[in-house]
């Protein structure tokens, strides 16, 4: 069995967040992350939390840390 981490709502919406201000698409996520296409709309559309290979989770996390979102405010 692979190495699972669990995707937390937290983390999808950093990644809806950078998504937003950074203007890019599906496809330019999963280019810039190093995911599938299919695995991208599913991190981006899918309700938190689920459980990603280790692999995935390791280079969003990585993506995420370089694009960090200053400060953000639920409303």
Do not use: C
């Amino acid at each position: 069995m692979k190495n699972m981490d669990i995707f937390t709502d937290d983390l999808q919406r950093q990644l809806l967040i950078t998504k937003g201000l950074e203007r890019l698409t599906r496809n330019d996520l999963a280019n810039e992350i190093g995911v599938s296409l299919p695995t991208m709309t599913r991190l981006i559309n899918k309700k938190a939390p689920f459980a990603i290979h280790s692999n995935v989770y390791r280079n969003l996390v990585d993506w995420l840390a370089d694009h960090r979102v200053v400060a953000t405010q639920d409303k």
